[in-house]
């Protein structure tokens, strides 16, 4: 597989999945755009894909997917710095607002913010760079979507309803973008040891007493063992194979699938 002379704009590249997928895209000779929410988290992520792959051109944009004017301008730099966006991840996401880990159960607030970041900001971007994907009829839109959009789970029913929603929504834009020769498609993650997974485990186990003497990394494998026929976890890097595959010309008939990446845990 050949990126070379593709733009690949990645949203929440700062860590765990995000940083893989970018890392991926440089590897496979794509120019990088890497955005977040808090520039100064791109630092090192910028000088390890510069350091492992010298030559690539890796440049890092704050950016705010809740917000249309943040999207607008880190489009128009794109632009004015390197003419094109040939490749979008949607990738930004979370788990809940502010303080979720303290909380047995989602309030208003987690549901706001949760679809606000994970299913309006895959909107707001995909409308963005599409209207240049259309113009040049040719473009890859590669949404992470999760096992838990397969089907809900009692602890957090806002993200599992939002991650639903990106597997919808692109299934809506692969037909929508079809006739211009874009595709458009989404990765279900599943067990990824990341700070994420950390944090939710922590959570867990800070709610549920029976969970108590297992540390979050224990408790992780624990429910690896229990769900993944495969036996082991997935990785970032997992996920950045596949979202490069997708990105490239190899899948070129390949469109509005939503594609499980979880040692056999769903099937569907």
């Not at 910028?46 to 890092?60: A, L, R």
């Amino acid at each position: 597989m050949d990126l070379s002379q593709k733009v690949a704009l990645v949203t929440g590249s700062s860590r765990g999945i995000g940083r893989a997928i970018s890392t991926k895209m440089a590897e496979y000779r794509a120019t990088v755009i890497l955005t977040d929410i808090r520039i100064s988290d791109l630092g090192e992520v910028e000088t390890d894909i510069k350091q492992k792959f010298p030559g690539t051109i890796v440049e890092s944009m704050e950016l705010d997917v809740t917000n249309q004017s943040s999207v607008d301008q880190v489009i128009t730099d794109t632009l004015d710095n390197f003419g094109q966006i040939d490749i979008l991840v949607n990738n930004a996401g979370i788990v809940g607002a502010s303080g979720w880990e303290n909380r047995a159960v989602s309030g208003d607030i987690d549901w706001d913010q949760i679809y606000s970041v994970n299913v309006k900001g895959v909107a707001r971007m995909s409308d963005a760079v599409s209207k240049l994907m259309k113009t040049r009829t040719y473009g890859k839109i590669v949404n992470i979507a999760s096992m838990a959009g397969r089907q809900g789970k009692p602890w957090n029913t806002p993200y599992h309803a939002s991650k639903a929603g990106v597997i919808s929504v692109t299934q809506a834009y692969a037909l929508e973008l079809a006739p211009f020769n874009v595709n458009v498609n989404a990765i279900c993650p599943g067990l990824l040891w990341t700070p994420l997974w950390d944090r939710i485990a922590t959570r867990n186990i800070k709610l549920d007493n029976k969970l108590k003497d297992l540390t979050p990394r224990e408790l992780f494998e624990q429910i690896v063992s229990d769900m993944t026929p495969l036996g082991r976890e997935q990785t970032p890097e997992d996920i950045g194979n596949l979202a490069v595959f997708l990105a490239s010309d190899l899948a070129i008939n390949i469109t509005g699938q939503s594609i499980n990446v979880n040692g056999g845990s769903r099937m569907d």
